[in-house]
């Protein structure tokens, strides 16, 4: 089953512009990360932020995480048209087997 | 450091054939997971293994799929026989740790046509 739900599904923005994703989830969780996929490709991991975080940044990438609301959101600044791609938050569940589970993600094109 | 990989990329076969894939996960890495990935979701996970061990296997369809991880390190998934709805990129992923600590490392996945 799909733990996290991505906002929006899709997003249009121009090159230079800021892109921003939200994340919703539904049980506590261990940990949240951001995934990135190129179209035809495997994941690539990019940012994790712990249940007792609330902030993190890694170069252009901002990641903030709302324990509360069950929710957690993704900023890319000055974006690039190598930024298109599909992002994918996943969240990592309390209890129960170690396990990663996935959003539907949202597709970003940057457009030059 | 050598990445996960895969193979085939990619595969075309006739209903009810059946098909296997490869997966090589980084050297070291203990745990190794198969996730299928249907054209526009999300990856959903079928199976985890910690060595050669079965973590979580919830989401396998046991029926028509297995998976094996000899020697605890490289594995296949096999799909048996084969239906229209099994069409999808199937990600082999791998860590060095238990997934609360870190990150998980895919390979460029292998392409699955049923028809």
């Known amino acids: 089953s799909q733990q996290g739900e991505e906002d929006p599904q899709a997003l249009s923005i121009q090159e230079g512009e800021n892109a921003t994703m939200n994340c919703s989830y539904k049980t506590s969780i261990n940990n949240l990360q951001w995934y990135r996929q190129n179209s035809g490709r495997g994941l690539v991991h990019l940012i994790l932020i712990r249940s007792n975080e609330r902030e993190k940044h890694s170069g252009r990438l901002r990641v903030t995480l709302d324990t509360s609301k069950k929710s957690s959101s993704l900023l890319i600044t000055a974006s690039r048209a190598a930024d298109t791609a599909s992002y994918f938050c996943?969240?990592?569940?309390?209890?129960?087997?170690?396990?990663?589970?996935f959003g539907k993600g949202t597709k970003l094109t940057v457009n030059p | 450091e050598a990445g996960v990989a895969q193979s085939p990329r990619y595969k075309i076969i006739e209903k009810r054939q059946s098909v296997a894939f490869w997966c090589n996960p980084i050297?070291?890495?203990?745990?190794l997971y198969w996730y299928q990935q249907i054209l526009g979701q999300g990856p959903k996970l079928l199976i985890q293994?910690?060595?050669?061990?079965?973590?979580?296997d919830s989401q396998l369809p046991k029926d028509r799929f297995s998976a094996e991880r000899l020697k605890g390190v490289d594995s296949t998934l096999k799909i048996q026989p084969a239906k229209l709805e099994d069409s999808a990129v199937y990600l082999c992923a791998s860590s060095p740790t238990l997934l609360a600590t870190g990150e998980l490392f895919f390979g460029e996945g292998s392409r699955l046509t049923v028809l």
């Open positions: 050297s070291g890495h203990a745990t």
């Open positions: 996943a969240t990592s569940p309390q209890g129960g087997s170690e396990k990663l589970v």
């Open positions: 293994f910690q060595n050669n061990g079965v973590v979580d």
